[in-house]
């Protein structure tokens, strides 16, 4: 044997499990009063909680949310980057990353779009929505062509039979001399069935 008893094995993984978890359980816990000030879209009193409650990722969600439809933007981001930082793999249209990605997007700032959804991807491996708008931002923002690939390649791996997608990686890598890789992605493209091949080919 190992010369440990079940009671100590036990007691070892609880202690695991609270280390891991109680920072994620402590940020998702209620907050007395939250919904309740929520409700009545009192931005002032849900100040007063998210400041009471620094480690409550609720109380920050809610607070970046209501001080953005105060158009207090600066204050917003800030409010949704403390409760990003107290969950970072929070994922949905509603989370912190896709939050800020559409205030950006208000603001006309394209770059900071870019890093939330970059971010927001990094948990979010489906969320084809997000894909495409992360590679329509790079597309008409001039960017380096790895971050550019990479986006095209996120977006190929979550819809296979986006033929337009296939195409712009495709040319993406016969312009980074990758012609092996261009002629795979051609060549997907072509195996989704486009109802005009010649759209593999010209943009």
């Known amino acids: 044997g190992l010369g440990v008893g079940i009671g100590d094995l036990q007691k070892a993984f609880d202690a695991m499990l609270q280390r891991r978890f109680q920072p994620l359980l402590t940020a998702l816990a209620p907050v007395s009063g939250l ?14 909680l998210a400041q009471a409650n620094p480690g409550s990722y609720l109380a920050q969600l809610a607070h970046g949310r209501l001080l953005w439809e105060a158009r207090r933007p600066g204050e917003a981001m800030a409010a949704l980057e403390r409760a990003s930082a107290l969950v970072p793999t929070a ?14 997007m208000e603001q006309k700032d394209v ?46 791996a979550i819809d296979p039979f986006d033929t ?21 992605e051609l060549r997907a493209g072509l195996a989704s069935g486009p109802a005009d091949r010649a759209d593999l080919l010209v943009d």
């Not at 919904?35 to 009545?40: F, G, I, L, M, T």
């Not at 994922?91 to 950006?104: F, Q, T, V």
């Not at 971010?119 to 969320?127: I, K, P, R, W």
């Open 164 to 184: 337009a997608a296939h195409a712009r990686l495709g040319k993406l890598l016969l312009a980074q001399q990758d012609a092996e890789g261009a002629i795979q």
């Open 35 to 48: 919904q309740d000030a929520v409700e009545e879209q009192n931005v002032d009193r849900v100040g007063g």
């Open 91 to 104: 994922s949905g249209g509603e989370s912190p990353h896709a939050l800020m990605a559409r205030m950006a």
């Open 111 to 156: 770059a900071r779009a870019i890093t939330e959804l970059e971010a927001l991807l990094e948990h979010e491996h489906t969320n084809v929505q997000a894909a495409r708008e992360l590679v329509t931002l790079l597309a008409n923002s001039n960017p380096d062509r790895a971050r550019l690939t990479a986006a095209y390649r996120r977006v190929v």
